[in-house]
């Protein structure tokens, strides 16, 4: 079954540091756009990290710029979401996604625009929990 596998979640306190994986089970990531998308209680899902090979550029949202750093080791299938300085309000659930059509603009959008792009493979999600 092709899928995206997410791990690496959990609680931190103000300050601290997780790094979030994402991988590819039955397929490869090789000419797969990919991000990282958040989802807090109330709120649309966000695009906040994306990766696209074709335009061989990284996008991050404002929010997150200098802290999350995306990264792919393509000898494990495995792409990454280093989140440092984590703050109360990153608290949310995290999904990783990856999509052949998707380009970096995509990122960003409304909830009903991320998922009418973003629809090759979704994570199953996992939680980050920032409190002190």
């Known amino acids: 079954e092709e899928k995206l596998v997410e791990s690496g979640g959990g609680s931190v306190q103000p300050g601290g540091s997780l790094r979030l994986s994402c991988a590819a089970r039955g397929f490869t990531f090789e000419d797969y756009t990919i991000g990282w998308f958040r989802q807090s209680p109330g709120k649309e899902r966000e695009g906040i990290s994306c990766f696209s090979p074709s335009e061989r550029n990284t996008y991050y949202a404002d929010s997150v710029k200098g802290r999350f750093t995306v990264s792919i080791d393509g000898a494990a299938n495995t792409m990454y979401l280093q989140m440092n300085g984590l703050k109360a309000e990153d608290t949310a659930e995290y999904f990783c996604?990856?999509?052949?059509?998707?380009?970096?603009?995509?990122?960003?959008?409304?909830?009903?625009?991320?998922?009418?792009?973003?629809?090759?493979?979704w994570g199953q999600g996992t939680q980050v929990t920032v409190s002190s």
């Open positions: 996604a990856a999509d052949r059509t998707a380009q970096l603009d995509d990122c960003t959008g409304s909830f009903y625009d991320i998922l009418q792009i973003w629809n090759d493979y």
